[in-house]
C-alpha cells in the first residue's frame, strides 16, 4: 500500500465528486487523501468521510502545501484553473485539470509555462477522448484501418439548453458545448493541426439564447493542413437525448459509431418496431469515459509515458473556439493564423 | 429469338399470375405462349392479351398437347398437381409444379416415377429457399463460414391465420405453413436427412382454429442424422406483421438473418426509436424469391445442371410434416422411419 | 387500352434504357411507341423490338413530330436537352428530362419559357427524390414527425470517381455529383429557398483529378431563409461502396436514413461480425427510385396534380452548384443573389 | 452511518469476490463486515483488507455466529450451499445464496424449511434476472406490451465448453448451464409454471464431453400450463463469443434482446462491414446484472417486499433440469409431475 499515489481533489461539485469517487472506487494504486472545496459543508464532508478522505478542508492551499501530495486533480471552477495549475506546479505535483484551461490566452500560456518550468506533468479532462466508441474509432486510425482520413464527422447535441444564466458566462456554444467536438477533431486526426475554420449558426432553439446573444444550433467545417476536412454539428436540444457520434471517413474505408442505449430490446407492435431512447445525460454516456480517463491518467504517470490530453491539447481547444466565434461574427473563414497571432 | 423457351402455365390464380409476370418481365430466354385456367374469364384474357401471351384457354389439355411447349408450370390447386405432372411428363416437357406436390405420398410417389420415368426435369417451388436472405446463409454453409452446422433456427409466422375454411382443407398448420420450414431446414443442412421430429402445439390465436381441428402456435424440433439439431417455430398471428427469419449455427460462427424492411430509416422522438414494421405479406416479402426461382429453374434448364429443389425435396417436406403432425397426436417424438415405412 | 399514354424516348444510353424498361413493365396506361437515339444501331434496335416498340429512329424529330405522341422522356446528352425541352414543348407534349438541364442559366430559362408558355409539364429526373428512404424521411417531415427541420445532413459518396476525361466535360463535382444532393437538401426542406453557400474542397482521392481543375471530397453548408442549415459531404471514392444517407433533424425529432445492403444478414466468426457491403452502384441503390418517379411522373399527369420535380427545381440546382463552386473558388460564403443578380 | 445493513461473506472465489466489491463500491446502506473463507490466505487478505473488511477469516461459523451481522451472503462451493443457509436461516439471517442450491431435492427442501421456519428471507442469485436487457423484456410483458405471452425463445450459448474435469462434477449442461436459461423462462412468463419438458441433445463440440457423459448442444421445449411455449438452445461453444438473447412473443407483439457489445462502431472496407464481437465473458456480460441483483436484494430488505428470486425459484429451476435430463435419457416428453411426485 505504501507504494499508492496521494492525491488531493480541488473542487468538489458534480464532476469533482465523480472523480473523486472513480478514484476511490476503480483506479488501483490511488489514495486519495484530501478534498478541499471553498463551499465545504456538512454535506460534502460525509461524502468525503464515507469514501475515507481524511483531509476535508474548504482550503486548496492545504493541498498544495501537503508535502505528501504527488497528484492535484483540479475540478474548481474555470476561473481557478490556471492559478491552481501554477500553483500545483510549483508545489512539484502533477495535475489533471478540467477542460477549459482558461478562456484567456495569456493566462493558459502562463499555466502552461508554469508546468513546463517545473517538469510536472499535466493531463486535460477531454474525457470524451476516453469514450469507448470515440478511442475505438482513434485505434483504428491509428492501425490505418481506414487509411488516410479524408472526413472526420461529429454529431454533438444536447438533450436540452442550460439555462440563460450560465450561457452567460460560459462563453457562449463554442466554448462550452463545441469545445469537446473541436477536441475530438484533433484527436481523430492525430493532433493534426486546423488551418481554417468556417462557422455557422442559428437561434432555433429559443430566442432567449439569442437574446443573450448565442446561437444554439451550429454548424462548423474544420480545414486541416492536409486538406483533410472536419464537419461538427451541435444543437443546445435534441428531444430524443444525448446525441454523441462521430464518423472517420478515409482512403481506406469508415468507422462511425451509434449513440450507446440502456439495452438491446427491440420492441414490436403493430404500430412499429421500436426501442428505448438513447442514453440522455453527459453522466450516464460518458460515466466509463470519466473512469478510463483516469485510469490512464495515473497509468500514464506510473509508466512514464506522454499525457494523452496535455495542455497544448487544450489550448488548441481554446483557440479553434475562438475562431469559430470570430468566423461566425464575421461571417468568414477564420484562419487559425489570425488567432494566435 | 428463336432459341426462347416456349411455356405454358397452367392456373391463373394469385400464384400462377405472379409467376406468368415474372418470366414475362424478368426471366430472359422465355416466351409464355399459353396460359390455362379452368376458370377463364375476361378479366384474365385481357391480363394475358397485355402480356402478349397468345393461347388462353379453360383446358390445360391444350397447353399439354401442344408439341411447341416445352416447359409447363403448374399453378393450379393443389388436388390437381399430381395428375398434371404425370400428364405433362408423360408429353415430354420439363416441370415446375408448385408445394405441396399432393397430401397423399402414393400419388406423389405415381407423379415422381412418371417424372423419371419420361426423364424430363421437375422443380417444386419452394420459393423460401430462393430468398436474398436464406440463399445467402446457405452459401455462407456451403463456404464453410459457419464450419459443421450444429443448430438451425427458424422463426417463421404469419401476419394473421387464414379463414378457418382454409385451414379445413389445407391439412393444417404443419402442412400449409411450417412445410416451408421444414423444407428450408433441410435446404440449409445441404440435404441432410432428418431423423426424428418432435412437434408441440397450442391453440393461443383463436380458439376457432382448434374447433377447426387445427393448432395456431407449433414449436417443432427436428433431429438430424448428424446430430445437429433444427428449431422452427411457427404463429399464425404476429400483429407486427411477417416475421422470417433463419439462424444458422455451427463449429466455425453463425449466420443470422433479420427481416426486410421497406426503409432504412430510424424516427426519434422524444418517446422512442423506432422505425416501420417490417414487410407484411408473402407477395412482397418474397417478391424477390419469386423471381429468382424462376431464373435459376430456366438457367438450370438450359445449362443442363440439377434442380435446385427437386421432387424427392417436395416429397421429404411432405414426410416431415406428416411425421409432425403424428407428433403432436401422440405427444412423443416420432422417426421419419416411422412414417415411410 | 386506347386511354394509354403515348411515349417517345430520346436516348438509349444506359439511362435512357433504364426508363424505357421500366415505363414498358412497371408504368401502367402507358405505352412507348417510338425511341430516337442518334447512334441507333442493331444491338439498340433488338433490344427495342424486343419491348414491342415499333418506331426506332436516329432522328428524334420524329418523335417530336409525332402527332400521336404525348410525352416525351428526354434521355439524350445534357447539352441537347434544353433545345429537346423547347421543341417538345413547342409541339403541345409533356415532358420528362434527365437532370441537369442545361449548365447555361440563359439555356435554361429558355427552357423554361417554352415549357410555360406551351402550357405543357416538365419533370426533371431528381430521381433520388423518389427513393424509399429519402422519401419517407420527406414524409415524416410533411406529418410533422420531426417538428421544424434544424439540420438537414447528407453523406454521398461514390465508389468510385468517374474518368478524369469525363471531369473535365461534366462541370466538376458540384455540376456531375453535388447537384443531386444540393436538391436534396431543398427537397427535404419543402422546397425553402437556400441564401447562402459555404463549400470547402481537397483533392485527397487523385491528384489528376486535381489537375483537371476539380477536387474530389467536398464539405457545403447550405444556409435556408429560416436560418436551418444543410451540410452535405462527398467523396469520389468510398471503397466501401455507394454511401448514400440522408439525416433530418428538428425541434421535434430526428429521421436517418441507413444505406441499402443486398440482405441483412449478420455473419458472426472468430473474427468479428459482419455482414455484405452496401449496394454498391446507382443503378442498384436507386433502381426502385427510377421506377417510382416514372409512376409519379404519370400518375401526376393523369391526376393533373403537379409535377413533383420542376423546371425550377431544376434551375434553383444548377445555381446552387454555382455558388458552391464560386465559394470554393474564392474561399468565402455566397450568397445565391450574388449568382442570380 | 449507524443504519448500514451489516453483511457477512462466506466464500471468497471469483463470484465472492465480484458479490464483495459490488457490496462495497456500489450498494449503499451496506457494510461488509466480514469475509470467510475455507481457503484464506495471504491474497485473500490483503484483499479485504483493501476493501476494509475487518473480520477475516476460515471459519464460517465466526459470520453465523457473529450477532452483529444480519445479512449472510452465500458463494461457497454447491454442496456447501443447503447446510449453510439452514445455519444461517436458523441464526434469524437474511440470506442471499448463489444458485443452485444444491442438486438434492430433499436437501433443498430442508434448506427452504429452515428458511420458512426461522421466517428469514432467501435470495437466489439467478443475476440474469437483473440483466438490463432480459429484465427490460420481463418489464415489457408486465406491461402488456406483448399481450399474452405465446413464444419465449432463449438462445444461450457460452464462448468455450469449462474443462470436461468440471462437468463431470457439475451434474452437467442442464445443470450448470441450462439451469439459468430454465429459471429465464419461469422469470419472463411471470412464474407461470412449466408442465412439461422435451429435451435433445447431441455431442458436436468435443467428443471427451460425450465420454465424460454429458452434451455439449441441446435444445428444450417447455410447455406451460397455459399452453405457451419455451424454446431454449445450449451450446457449449460459439466461437464468437457468449450468445445470450431472449425473445419474447405475444398476442399483441414481441420484444427481442440483442447481444452486448463493447461499442457501438461499425467499420467499413472494401471487404465487408463489421463490428467488434460480442461481449465475451460472462463476467463482463452479467457484471451489470451482479451490481443490479445486490441492489435490489437489499432494496428489498429495506422496504420490505419480497424476494425477487425466491428459493421456490431455486427449487424450481432444479426440477426443470432434472426433467430435461429424464428427458433426454429416455428419449419422450417429461411431465415435471414425474419429477416432483
Given at each position: 500500500m505504501a507504494d499508492k499515489k496521494i492525491v488531493g481533489v480541488i473542487g468538489a461539485g458534480r464532476i469533482g465528486k465523480i472523480h473523486t469517487e472513480d478514484l476511490v472506487k476503480f483506479v488501483p494504486g490511488v489514495k486519495v487523501k484530501a478534498i478541499a472545496d471553498i463551499n465545504l459543508d456538512d454535506k460534502i464532508q460525509a461524502w468525503a468521510t464515507n469514501l475515507g478522505i481524511e483531509v476535508q478542508t474548504a482550503d486548496a492551499s492545504e493541498i498544495i502545501n501537503d508535502p505528501e501530495i504527488e497528484v492535484v486533480v483540479i475540478c474548481s471552477s474555470t476561473d481557478t484553473h490556471a492559478q491552481f495549475i501554477i500553483d500545483a506546479a510549483n508545489a512539484k505535483k502533477d495535475i489533471f485539470c478540467e477542460k477549459?484551461?482558461?478562456?484567456?490566452l495569456s493566462r493558459i500560456n502562463d499555466a502552461l509555462n508554469a508546468v513546463k518550468d517545473n517538469g510536472v506533468k499535466l493531463f486535460i479532462g477531454f474525457n470524451r477522448r476516453f469514450d469507448h466508441n470515440f478511442m475505438r474509432i482513434r485505434k483504428a486510425i491509428e492501425a490505418g484501418d481506414i487509411g488516410t482520413p479524408h472526413i472526420i464527422k461529429i454529431t454533438s447535441r444536447d438533450p436540452g439548453p442550460p439555462p440563460v444564466s450560465y450561457i452567460k458566462v460560459s462563453g457562449g456554444l463554442f466554448f462550452d458545448m463545441m469545445i469537446h467536438d473541436l477536441d475530438q477533431c484533433r484527436y481523430q486526426m492525430g493532433g493534426e493541426e486546423v488551418e481554417e475554420v468556417t462557422a455557422k449558426g442559428a437561434?432555433?432553439?429559443?430566442?432567449a439564447i439569442g437574446e443573450a446573444g448565442d446561437i444554439d444550433t451550429a454548424v462548423v467545417i474544420l480545414k486541416f493542413v492536409s486538406g483533410a476536412l472536419g464537419i461538427i454539428d451541435n444543437s443546445r436540444k435534441a428531444v430524443y437525448g444525448y446525441d454523441q457520434r462521430v464518423e472517420a471517413f478515409g482512403s481506406g474505408g469508415c468507422a462511425m459509431s451509434g449513440n450507446d442505449y440502456p439495452n438491446t430490446i427491440q420492441f414490436l407492435n403493430d404500430k412499429s418496431v421500436s426501442r428505448d431512447l438513447v442514453l440522455n445525460f453527459f453522466l450516464e454516456r460518458y460515466a466509463g469515459a470519466y473512469i478510463e480517463e483516469m485510469k490512464l491518467f495515473f497509468k500514464a504517470l506510473q509508466d512514464g509515458t506522454?499525457?494523452?490530453?496535455t495542455g497544448e491539447d487544450g489550448l488548441k481547444a481554446v483557440i479553434l473556439a475562438m475562431a469559430c466565434k470570430k468566423s461566425l461574427e464575421e461571417n468568414r473563414s477564420v484562419k487559425i493564423s489570425e488567432i494566435v497571432g
Open positions: 477549459p484551461i482558461d478562456y484567456d437561434v432555433l432553439v429559443d430566442p506522454e499525457m494523452l490530453a
